[in-house]
């Protein structure tokens, strides 16, 4: 008779059991369809910013303004999709469990990082606008007919204090009262819950840069602890986690390396992707050309890779050697050559007015979309560690 009353509760413990691990199985096989889903998005949208048609190539060249706003866009894309992945319709308890419970915290301070970052290339940007407006004043001047002494001591003056604001040290050039500033409100104070530090210490434009600040440093800081998942991992939230920041920093070291950023000595050799991920191959691709570059303008000092940038300053050089030899009249060979590169340099200025502020706009919201992101997660979190775990 006692084994009898026993059996109900047995059955209904079997039919319990059963259930999880059939729910196990549904999630693991979601999981692993997200996976492969998310790993073929990135693929394709890193391999379209590497190979694109050859339509696009002549007009978006690689680091150019609309090639950034391009890589820019990839990134909202992944992290909207990475986002509806880790919390739409998810067991948050999941998060809570290893190896989740810290390969997700790192994701979280790798967002901090972001942050700054998003900060510095938003101040970068404002130089780079800053250089623009000297490069008009010398069109200009050089676009009057006929181009006398006086027109062409103010554009000389104009494209000297340019080409200065391009090779000036990362170093001093932030230095001198630049307003760059840092993320949040105070720096090192970790007290507090993670959902009041997401919600109250996020506030842009709310404290100067330290001089000792450092892109470089901060990428680098970004890249520890980032390793691929082992193959046993038991949730394949890991790889998820993995390449959303693997994108991150690929993001974050290509715009730094674009736009002028405070102090990037070594840049080229922080960031590593191994080469077996499949996923990966376009975005390694893209690496190597841009650590490439960097290695080369490291040497002089440039103010950084964007393609308009490097055009505006190899034209200053040329329109400044051309000041520098001036006499009245001008031989018309010569004359024509100059109205020339005016005219590519007047382009140049208008691509840069016209493309370089809505890049920013991007630059802040990938800075909002980041804190949202990174405040909901802490809160799934906060709310995953206060319900109690079920007794299997």
Known sequence: MPATECQPSFLARFSIRRSQVISMDRNREQQLEDLELFQKHVADRFADLLSPPKEVISSEPLMSISWLRKLVDMFLCCEAEFKTILIMGRDPSQICKPPLDQLIPELMERAVKALDICNAVSSGIDSVLQCQRFAQIAVSALKQNPVGDGQVKRARKALSSMLNAMTVDDKENYS???ERTWSFGRRGNTAGTNKERAAGNFRSLSMIVAKNWSASKQILAMCSN?????????????SHVYIMSSVMVFVMWALVAAVPCQERSGLATHLQIPKHLTWAHSMIGLQERIAEEWKKK??????????????MEKLGQSLIEFADGFQFPVDTEKMDEVTTQVAELAEI????????VPLQMQIRE?????????TEVLEMMDHAAKVPQPVV
């Open 349 to 356: 200025c208008k691509r840069i007015e016209e493309g370089l």
């Open 226 to 238: 980032l390793v691929p998942p082992r193959s046993g991992e038991p949730t394949g939230l890991a």
């Open 366 to 374: 990938v800075f909002h979309r980041i804190v949202r992101s990174r």
């Open 298 to 311: 490291e040497k002089k000092c440039s103010a950084g890779l964007l393609e308009e940038i490097q055009k």
């Open 176 to 178: 001198k009262g630049a």
